[in-house]
């Protein structure tokens, strides 16, 4: 994944925060318009995640990333590469309607935002970048990693949200998606929609149409001689990566990334925001419906 552009010219920030419009600072004058270099080099990102995870196409491109409400988190080494940065990994995520199973069983209703992908390059694996990135979204969501939904999440990333978060105990669901114990217990009543019990069970559609899915779909849906064989299964919740998988990575990650930054510079604390949490994604959408614009090629 090496870039002939210079990084630290496209994104100025140690983390860029990427939404639909494709850009990540200030266009210089004089300069290409970068979107097209952004595209480039999401598209890189989303394919090198699709193979570590295994999956059958990326679930993370600039099209995709242009046509949906997400944000994408993209953390850069600006010492790297002669000084023109390399890039670490990404972080992408958004919300989506989803019916859940609470800890009794019972149906419910939510937007949560949910981790769609996360990706960090194989040699800088465990070294801290993936919680420094995760901890930057966090603190620019204003979220907790509970109240939060999983999309598929890879034994890795498990393994990764036990460690640095504390979460272990996942509430059982008939979808992909991963909500951890205190998922209802930090939602209010005005925030989870129960299910009406009298609706019949084949109406409720306990499910959201999961990125990776669609992917999936998308594959068995090309015509004869593009089909491709499926991918292997995904590995179970909570089992062990294999060795090879392990042997990619270097040692034991600390605790701390190395190159934590000390402050985010733009991002300032808001009051009780956490329970504003569903209200941001619905004013989000409605936001970004007006600012939504397909002009990339
Ligand atoms: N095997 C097992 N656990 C791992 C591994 C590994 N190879 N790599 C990271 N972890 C977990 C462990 O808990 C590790 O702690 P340890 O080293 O003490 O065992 C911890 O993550 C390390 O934390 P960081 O260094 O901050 O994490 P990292 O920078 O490695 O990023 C990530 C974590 C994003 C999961 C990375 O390993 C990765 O890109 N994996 C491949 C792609 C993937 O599985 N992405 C998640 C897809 S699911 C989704 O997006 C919803």
Redesign the pocket.
């Known amino acids: 994944m090496d870039f002939t552009f210079d990084l630290n010219a496209l994104f100025p920030e140690r983390v860029s925060v990427l939404d639909n419009n494709l850009t990540a600072g200030r266009k210089a004058p004089g300069r290409p318009d970068p979107q097209i270099q952004i595209a480039t080099v999401i598209d890189e990102l989303g394919k090198a ?1 699709a193979k ?2 295994q999956l059958p196409a990326p679930i993370t491109s600039a099209a995709k990333l242009q046509a949906n409400r997400h944000h994408l988190y993209l953390l850069k080494d600006g010492e790297q590469n002669g000084g023109r940065a390399v890039v670490v ?1 990404f972080l992408k995520v958004g919300c989506k309607k989803l019916f859940l199973l609470d800890q009794q069983g019972a149906h419910v209703e939510t937007e949560p935002l949910c ?6 390059k194989e040699t800088l ?7 420094e990135l995760f901890d930057f979204m966090l603190k620019h969501k204003q979220v907790e990693p509970g109240q939060m939904a ?5 034994a ?2 498990l ?2 949200l036990d ?2 978060y504390d979460l272990k105990n996942s509430v059982p669901q008939v979808n992909n998606f991963v909500v951890f114990s205190g998922f209802f217990k930090s939602r209010s009543a005005a925030q989870l929609r129960k299910v009406p019990p009298k609706k019949p069970e084949g109406e409720i559609k306990p499910y959201s149409l999961m990125e990776r899915d669609v992917v999936r779909k998308e594959q068995r849906s090309l015509p004869l001689p593009f089909v491709r064989p499926a991918a292997p299964p995904p590995s179970p919740p909570l089992l ?2 294999s060795p090879q ?2 042997s ?2 270097v040692g ?2 600390p605790s701390h ?1 190395p190159l934590r930054p000390t402050a985010l510079p733009g991002l300032q604390p808001r009051p009780s925001l956490s329970s504003q949490l569903n209200e941001n994604c619905r004013e989000k959408r409605t936001s970004s419906l007006n600012r939504f614009r397909l002009s990339f090629h």
């Open positions: 995640s570590a995870q990994g981790v769609l992908d996360f990706y960090i694996q465990r070294h801290g970048y993936g919680l999983y999309d598929r999440p890879s890795k990333f393994s990764f460690k640095h062990l990566s998988s392990r990619l990575s034991s990650s990334g």
